[in-house]
């Protein structure tokens, strides 16, 4: 399972507390899930769609148990999607009006009938408590993280713009500065860095995650530091610097005598590279070549052109004997 599914299976598990947070998350997914519909006579329908029947699931406990409301659940199977299902939660024309009333969608007119006024929820958000229910809300409906091994990446998908101002508003009071982009033309609100992805995450409740994150985040950076101490280790050995001093003699050896473009191409470039890189280890050396080359490649064309060297040197030398007799 996914980072990303991991961490809203633990959301969905939370326990449904006050009655404020219960509103204010209802009202983000409300209004990243959520759709109405005229049912005839004017009459209004709510109702919201997600593939994620545990999500589906806690939206009706959030209905039936703490509202007393009485929606439907069904399920559409899609053939074409691999027969993947949609769950869609209904709420019946008569007891529409009550929910939309509680969440600032229809107020009552000077007769006190309910009229609706806008078609997405307006939470008002003045706790703590309700901010982190509201950003769980936005991110159990249209959220995503990127698996951390990865990328450190947490996005929020918001089509209406009253839902992108109003996430990136409570991630920002919640000490989260919130960034937003058109991806594919649809604006998203993230956030980026391994210390801001733990921080949403500790907001949205998900200790489990955050340790999980900080797991992978330790490997990662044990990992960097690996790397790191290789190649410094790499770079100052002696032997390492000697054999770079030896391989550049040569080079020069076969440039003067030779010529380099006498050399087969994979020779040429590799001693064009040494001779421009005299520090570089073997691996980095073998990765500033076009296309990039292999440790072991790369000590094989040097081992070659050493040869070449040798080769050249034992032929020079014959020469001067010759020379001289
Ligand atoms: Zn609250």
Redesign the pocket.
Known sequence: MSFSSETKEELIRLPLE?E??VL?ELSALTQTLGSLSLAGGGRLRISWQTENAALARRIYRMLKDRMGLNPHLHFVEHSRLGGRKTCVLTLGEEETPRLLVALRMMEPDEQGVPVLRRTLPRPVIT?Q??RR?YVRGAFLGAGSITNPDKAYHLEITARDEGLRDLVEKQLERGGLPARDTLRRGVPVVYLKGAQQIADALALMEAPQAVMRLENIRITRQMRGEANRGRNCDEHNSERQLDAARDQEEAIRLLAIHAGLYTLPPALRQIAEARLEHPELSLEDLGQSLDPPLTKSGTASRLRRLMAEARRLRETLEQQAAEHQT
């Open positions: 006050r404020c947070c204010a706790r408590c309700c229910a």
